[in-house]
T-cell receptor
Framework: DTGVSQNPRHKITKRGQNVTFRCDPI?????LYWYRQTLGQGPEFLTY????????KSRLLSDRFSAERPKGSFSTLEIQRTEQGDSAMYLC???????????FGQGTRLTVV | QKEVEQNSGPLSVPEGAIASLNCTYS??????FFWYRQYSGKSPELIMS????GDKEDGRFTAQLNKASQYVSLLIRDSQPSDSATYLC??????????FGPGTRLSVLP
């Protein structure tokens, strides 16, 4: 078991471009979470999936953000028309059950210039 | 109103001392509680989980939960400089998402 894997680790993009991040959860985990973290803050919830179903999406998330988890395996998070305020660490986590422990990937650090 | 609160610190303790980190949460329906350690520039790493009132020990770490007071704590015994990091408290409500506190920065002085 290699743990949760996120790609890319770093992404620099120009304002207005679209970016897509990938997360591969621990293989038997049916729950997958996306969080965003800025310097000095705790992780902020974005969305989560149980298998392929997206069960909750943060009200703070604008329409520029979309996430998918086809076939209940890996997940992608897309940000359209990036803004400088999107610069952050994007974290993915997975868990086996609804109350179970969640394990994080290494994160993707996004810089919008 | 924040759902999970922590003192942001920094909390400084000498090497070998006990570090005590505290967390309060607002939702009485919260059912599972977690402590994560996060080094600068890295992702959070799970240290402890606790689900019922009382203490849970794992090596140098002890998590304490008091649901009546809506309070979770983490004790680190024999603190080492390598324990210097930000400690995040997380709460899982009703089996949905995890809500994180802002974290407490711990500095262990040699």
């Amino acid at each position: 078991d290699t743990g949760v894997s996120q790609n890319p680790r770093h992404k620099i993009t120009k304002r207005g471009q679209n970016v897509t991040f990938r997360c591969d959860p621990i293989s038997e985990h049916n729950r997958l979470y996306w969080y965003r973290q800025t310097l000095g803050q705790g992780p902020e919830f974005l969305t989560y999936f149980q298998n392929e179903a997206q069960l909750e999406k943060s009200r703070l998330l604008s329409d520029r953000f979309s996430a998918e988890r086809p076939k209940g395996s890996f997940s992608t998070l897309e940000i359209q028309r990036t803004e400088q305020g999107d610069s952050a660490m994007y974290l993915c986590a997975s868990s086996l059950a609804q109350f179970g422990e969640a394990f994080f990937g290494q994160g993707t650090r996004l810089t919008v210039v | 109103q924040k759902e999970v609160e922590q003192n942001s610190g920094p909390l400084s303790v000498p090497e070998g001392a006990i570090a005590s980190l505290n967390c309060t949460y607002s939702d009485r329906g919260s059912q599972s509680f977690f402590w994560y350690r996060q080094y600068s520039g890295k992702s959070p790493e799970l240290i402890m989980s606790i689900y019922s009132n009382g203490d849970k020990e794992d090596g140098r770490f002890t998590a304490q939960l008091n649901k009546a007071s809506q309070y979770v704590s983490l004790l680190i015994r024999d603190s080492q400089p390598s324990d210097s990091a930000t400690y995040l408290c997380a709460v899982n409500n009703y089996g949905q998402n995890f809500v994180f506190g802002p974290g407490t920065r711990l500095s262990v002085l040699p």
